[in-house]
């Protein structure tokens, strides 16, 4: 059976429905169908159960499709290498970051990227893990980096860890807090505090420490994955910013910011990693990228 065949079937087991999967193969309805009646043919094996407008895949199906997809996704990587080594190009990457990797060394890698390869073309794409996991499963990136520790259990995802980021909290020069040699948690929390989403361990520990009931939810004044805005909004008031050391490494070099010291704090980090499907090989740009990253101690 050949590649297009296989694909017209994964189609189907994707959108569940002939009419989307037929738009999505660039066929007509018809010549879907008839693709579809002539792999379950040559298979002997009804691969779907037909409904009125949606169909669901049989036992059968899902033990087919699973190989077909692989096949599919394999003879992609394929081409665009193939491709590649005839232009002799590295090639153009598409890949996703989280809010804390984007703060601290991103800016840097793309920087020297540029410098060095002037020709190719990057797009980046900045988000929380739970949006770059779907861009990721979609193909619409080759890999992204954030934190791992709320990342779902997946055999599709291989994950590389990256060095971890120490993180602590942030205040304005001129801050009620800036002052004193040390604070509480409570204290801090008093301010309201600025941060991107937490991974939940995180926030469970907090509102412990905090005394907060058992079940409570870990209030954050501010919550946003850009890191920029957080650091824009805590220079304008009294809220705290919790963030990794080198996100703010500017700000402090400058005065603009100065680090709280918390009593009875244990020590807080970013658990950084990079994402990829299993089994893909990286396009030759994907392979740069992935190696200036910098590495778990």
Known sequence: MDIRRLSHIVALADQRNFARAAEQSNLSQPALTRSIQA???ELGLALFDRGSTEVSVTPAGEFVIARARQLVFNSQCLARDVALLR???LGDTAFGVGPFPAATFLAPLLTRLRREHPGVNLRVEISNWQLLVKRLFEEDIEFFIAETRDLPVDARL????????PAGFYV??????AAARSVTLAQVWGHGVASVRLPDGVRAGLATLLGLPGG???PLALECDDVTVLKNVVLGCDAV???PHAAVAAEVAASRLKPLRVTGLPALFSEMGVMTLR????SPMAELILSRLPAAA
């Open 39 to 41: 792999a379950e043919a």
């Open 87 to 89: 232009n002799r190009g």
């Open 158 to 165: 291989q994950i590389r860890p990256l060095r971890r980021e």
């Open 172 to 177: 304005r020069t001129g801050h009620p807090l």
């Open 216 to 218: 409570t939810a870990l």
């Open 241 to 243: 910013l919790g963030a």
């Open 279 to 282: 089994g893909r090989t990286p």
